[in-house]
């Protein structure tokens, strides 16, 4: 790594690494060996951070396009050149499988490229008055500083989309990686930003131990310059920041939860359709927002689905994401792992019937697929998620059933529909209440530019260029020339 020992590590504020006085263990969730120490921040390094971003921000805000542009382009370059180092990191801290790691190093360097050239998109509006010899203005300004709250489970794209998203409007950004990920989640963005000569305060890096995060994070939200909080989790946390956010007035973007269901209608390709499954439900062991948790499936194509699916989930090769071919490592912890083992048995006991699966080897979990499963069942009912590597799949005998059924959940994330029929697919997709749909495909969008977001419990706001809406706001300027 550039810059900083493999173990021991710094908060990164106002462009150098700032030692503290104290550290944590961060570990490997598939041994437990070390992977880093990292810096147990305090309220008063958090606030150092805060004003770091504060004082950079009107020299980043200021800076020209081309500038700007030059500056994301190489921090692309220099991710794209560190894939190998980002890869290992994520496997030995996160749980990351091979696949999964890389794809986000493309999506990174890709976001990266795009987001280069958001400065120079339009940055307002003329307007006619009503008032003779009035000219007015809308401008589009930056926020000022924004607050981010980084996950640990896609936790290098994560990462990026939570700076980059925010910096490319022209704000400044101050960030708090989860105690799980502190490394892959914001540490090594900020080596990357330095080397790509990024100003001193324009991104800032502040860690902290398991259990701090609420002492930590009052900074942002007492401080004045914080004018929005950026929080991708879970809704049970996002309710307890939202409240803080509440009371001090300031603006957020939230990326929660979802259940994402699937439904497979009886015209459609069984093929395409168990690829789509066992690749949404599955990916990185069941751990991402967009996974599918549940598949409704037409009753005279189940058995096969079922089959065909159980024949490649149960091929999926689990173990040390570092291993050839492995494509399921571990879950990040102990509380994943018994949680995932009691929505199992919970599900069994009361009658679902256990397809492929089951098993649990350390933290790494094998895929499972239940059916038959009671409707009393909490996992089946859309109002949790178990991430991990559990699907649930229910027949249905009446689509339009299904489909309310489906949507009868407090998520609104993601969704699928698989069908040979485009147009009933897209009739269905329109009345779908999530923030995505997608017609033959996962319900993982993938891609950079695509704005990806929810609706209901599953947050507010839009990635790709939509962010525009959520880090700028509007003033109005008006020229009286008589
Ligand atoms: P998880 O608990 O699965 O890590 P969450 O979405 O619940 O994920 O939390 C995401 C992050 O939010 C945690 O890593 C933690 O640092 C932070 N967090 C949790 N509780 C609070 C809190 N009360 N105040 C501020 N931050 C918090």
Known sequence: MTNQTVTER??????????????????????????????????????????????????????????????????????????????????????????????????????????????????????????????????????????????????????????????????????????????????????????????????????????????????????????????????????ILAARAGQALKRMVLELGGYNPMLVLDDADVDHAVRAVNFGAFFHQGQICMNTRKVYVAQSIHDDFVARLAERTGGLLAGDPLAEGVVVGPLINDAAVALTKSRIRDAVDQGATLVTGGTCEGRVHAPTILTHVPDTVRATQGCEETFGPLLIVEAFDDAEAAFQKAQDTPYGLSAAIMTGDAAKGLEMASRMDTGMVHVNGATMAGEASLPNGGVKDSGWGRSGHYAVEDFTELRLATLTHG
């Open 10 to 239: 710094s908060h990164y504020i106002n462009g150098t690494w700032a030692p503290s006085a104290r550290h944590f263990d961060v570990s490997n969730p598939l041994d437990d060996s070390l992977v880093a120490r990292a810096a147990a921040g305090t309220r008063a390094e958090a606030d150092a951070a805060v004003a770091a971003a504060d004082q950079a921000f009107p020299g980043w805000a200021s800076l020209t396009p081309g500038a700007r542009q030059a500056l994301f382009l190489r921090a692309a370059d220099i991710t794209e050149r560190r894939h190998d180092d980002i890869v290992h990191l994520l496997a030995v801290e996160t749980g990351t499988g091979r696949a999964f790691a890389s794809y986000q190093v493309r999506l990174s360097a890709n976001l990266m490229r795009q987001a280069a050239s958001w400065g120079y998109l339009p940055c307002g509006d003329i307007l006619r008055s009503d008032t003779p010899g009035r000219t007015a203005m809308v401008q589009r300004k930056p926020l000022g500083v924004v607050a981010g709250f980084t996950p640990w489970n896609g936790a290098f794209f994560l990462a990026w989309r939570t700076i980059v998203l925010p910096m490319a409007f022209g704000n400044t950004v101050v960030i708090k990686p989860s105690e799980l990920a502190p490394v892959s989640a914001g540490l090594i963005q900020a080596e990357i930003l330095h080397e790509a000569g990024f100003p001193a305060g324009s991104l800032n890096v502040v860690t902290h131990a398991p259990g701090e995060a609420a002492a930590l994070s009052d900074a942002f939200f007492e401080s004045p310059a914080v004018r929005s909080i950026n929080f991708t989790g879970s809704d049970r946390t996002a309710r």
